[in-house]
């Protein structure tokens, strides 16, 4: 149940994989590709198979504290961890029968991403960790997962492109490093095109990276769709794109595309106020890519259905095995567009970097890459919405 206590009390037995035939097996130290991750909070510590073999594709567990508050015990927690180790190490899988990548987090909360005082700190030990896995194992895939390729910690990766290139001893090591947010973009707009009849949406978060890249394939390819954006700041100038800062018109749009975590008060706020105005809701759907998924407060509409999306399933047994899905906070057998496009990558041996602005022609390409290797989108049921004129 709690391996950590085996390992305290000595009471942990080894295994030893057997094999009928050994040479099936990949070398103890094979490792082509790492995906660069760090702890989501004190819910994201839990699922760690050290802790619980039950929870590791547990959602993020929530306890009655308030959220910085957890961060801040976590914070505290992974402070001690750093005087004994500066990474968490998950087990291996294998890539279409090749290539072996695995999982490695950084000792870094959700603390050391909001202040920028730390970032310089983040940065440097990613380096650190691309270093010593490139001396260990030779590996020279990375992929950056979520908070670690924000744009305020390193431009999307291209700091860390740029650090790379400068650095005395990893300069020559044709070093690759990956964000895999061409995949989430394009995993994200297949999503909502695919909804059945839609032609309008209302977007929050569409400014950011995903989003800009989103709305701009929208455009290009659904010319007939409105979207309406949650924000001051008007970043794209089109006929099909308007923007708003009352966050209760989301209720006037059966579907509501959330790229961008909102406190939760501020959706009880707005769902009060409607109810106030005696406002008729629209919505049914609130599909939220955000990484980590925090439930809203539906109690006021309990008709409106919040789902993760964002999030692929893996059918193909021969592609992936092993460990790829777990401490994610995911259902077994998905994965994170992100990491299946570092993955794809890996797999494909690509020589360049993926950092900084999406390409919204590679988000097609992409696309069609993921489809052959047996991902898919989450099947969404939009059936139980009765009027279907503007769906």
Known sequence: FMPFWDFIMGTHREYTKTDDKPSALKPQKQQDFVFIGHNGGLGHLLTCPEFSVY????????????????????????????????????SRYLINGEKVGRIICILRTPIDYIYPRYYKGVNEEIIKLIKDQYEDCGTRYYGLGNLNKMKQLNDGGRLISKMIKEDPFLADKNIRIWTGDTMTAASVYNQIVEIPNIDEVFYIGANGKIGNAVCELIIKRQPHMKIKVFSSYQSMNHPNVTYTTDLTEMLKYKVVVAGKIIPGHKYSKAFSQAKKMSMVNQTRFILDYTVPFIPIDRKMFPEIQHIPIGLLQVTSKAFLRGHFDICMSHDQNHIY???????????????????????????????????????????IDYSGVKDKKKM
Not at 349 to 363: A, C
Request: aromatic share 16%.
């Open 55 to 90: 929870n590791v594709y547990d959602a993020y567990r929530r306890t009655f504290l308030p959220l910085q508050v957890e961060f801040i015990i976590v914070h505290f927690f992974c402070q001690i961890c750093r005087l004994f180790t500066k990474c968490y190490t998950l």
């Open 337 to 379: 567009p992100c990491h299946a496009g570092c993955i794809i990558n890996a797999s494909e041996g690509r020589e360049t970097d993926e950092t900084g602005d999406i390409d919204v022609v590679e988000m097609e390409r992409m696309w069609k890459k993921a489809l052959s290797y047996g991902f898919q989108n989450r099947f």
